[in-house]
């Protein structure tokens, strides 16, 4: 079994948005990966969320060392996510071929398809990711030997990242961190508590404290990074008060930090430390997204495999016609959230070579992607797990883990309400409405596919209707912009399928995306009418060549 072979939707998409040199590079890993989080992975991954992590934070002599145990699963794990694969490495070096950082959608790809054999582990490999980013954009010069173990591939040198920002008083509201930093000329000290630290034994961490007469408030928050280790090697004055008994990601470990004058060095302008956090926020954010699409997407690879092998009453489960409407349903949902991860990917790819509209796209698609996606996740998983009926409730199938993990994709970096706002704040600074609208209007074909003239209409409503929100009062903007962030992210996602089916139809003679795109615009304005077209055709849309009932 191989996890990229599954999936009908993930080549042709990676066909669009790579070029031939690129997808060529690609495609030996992909195959690779595949196999591999198809079978290896998925088992390990099943050991180490079994065998969660532990707090030693005594020696034998009562001396505190703060160290964490892992099962070997995760070790393995890690061995092949940082070094195998170099997925927080490819968007920095060059790696497998390619002379330099591999496009930012051969990274999500791979990590997708790793992600459906582990989830837990994506926010060590995105953290580590995201500081390598961060350090670079920001203070390249300055942490030069950091940014290379961040980046590295070899087991013996590398390094993990992680973001250790969150307080008890100060998560959502980072004017409230407590945090306070002191200068000592060739380094700054930090003393405080941060409360939810994920990746809590990283060997590179990105923090915010307040530096006295900078300001109040936000204003007066610096960005440090502080290392597991002293430059002396000996380990710095902050420890793990304990780890979060967690309702999912239970392989990676979270931790209560206090830092009682723990050693650090500045980032970049200290004054712009917020600023330089929120990049490495919003970077997480799309992580955050790509890993709830691969949760969707295995949940309904094992609601497919179930129900073409469970027979009622003498006929299949996939033969059901009601059965068929879930599925399809399920089968919609995770190939829109899959085509929106990579057009963010590629956004952010022309972002880093300088195309502002890309910027601003990549901008205000991260927090709308973040707040539909990741809810869709928990109903993707949950009603994968209920196809399955009570096999899928018991802990030896893979269905509770992921609904576990699923609802973890909405809280961090933001629950939903605070990527609303975001999106909010997007639409008043950078007119972002607008630039969707035009951005996606001008790249319909009414004609292509049903109903798509329907998703032009919408897109010029949505426009209309975003300024209308911006007319009126704070408290009026902020209860209508979930709804419509939402609406947004359904006419994206839309247009983004009938776009790849054109593609797929023009380039590859296949009409498999187009039935889905169709079924997909008539459940966003027809949904009283059943897919007929696309239900019939359910076995070559989910990839599956249907046996009978006896297989």
Partial sequence: MNFADLDPALRPLLDRYLGPRDRALLEPLLADLGELAAGPLDRLAAHAEANPPTLRPYSPLGDRIDEVDFHPAYDRLADAGFCRFGLAALSHRGLFGWPGPAPHVVKYAL??????????????????????????????????????????????????????????????????????????????????RKWFCSNVTADVILTLAQVPGQGEGTRGLGMFLMPRLRPDGTRNSYRIDRLKDKLGTRSMASGEVALADAYALPVGELDRGIQQMLEMVNHSRVSNVMRSTALM?????????????RAVFGKLLFDQPLMRRTLLDLQLDTEAALGFVLEIGDCLQGSDEGDELSRVSARVLTPIAKFSVCKRSRWVTAQAMEVQGGNGYIEESVSP???????????????????????????????????????????????????????????????????????????QQELGVGDYTEALAQAVMATLLVEQACWEA??????????????????????????????????????????????
């Fill in 111 to 192: 990590s997708y398809v790793f992600s459906q054999a582990e989830y837990g582990l994506g926010c060590p490999i995105n953290m580590t990711d995201s500081a390598a980013r961060v350090l670079e954009m920001f203070d390249p010069q300055t942490h030069r030997t950091w940014i290379e173990a961040l980046t590295s591939t070899d087991p013996q040198t590398h390094s993990t990242g992680a973001m250790f920002m969150t307080e008890i008083g100060g998560g959502t509201d980072l004017a409230q961190t407590a945090t306070l930093a002191t200068d000592h000329g060739d380094h700054w000290t930090l003393s405080g």
């Fill in 297 to 309: 997407r295995r949940a309904v690879h094992e609601a497919l495999s179930y129900a073409r092998r």
């Fill in 401 to 475: 883990r992921l609904v576990r993990d699923a609802h973890l994709g909405s809280i961090w970096e933001g629950a939903s309400n605070v990527v609303a706002l975001d999106v909010l704040r997007c639409m008043a600074s950078q007119n972002s409405h607008h630039v969707l609208a035009d951005r996606y209007l001008g790249r319909l074909a009414p004609a292509a596919v049903p109903h798509a003239d329907c998703l032009v209409e919408h897109w010029r409503d949505l426009r209309g209707r975003g300024d209308k929100l911006l007319e009126g009062d704070r408290a």
């Fill in 506 to 551: 023009e380039h590859t003679g296949s009409e498999r995306k187009l039935l889905l795109a169709q079924a997909y615009l008539e459940r966003l304005f027809i949904p009283e009418t059943a897919p007929v077209a696309a239900l019939n055709a359910l076995p070559a849309i989910t990839g599956f060549p249907l046996p009978t009932a006896g297989a």
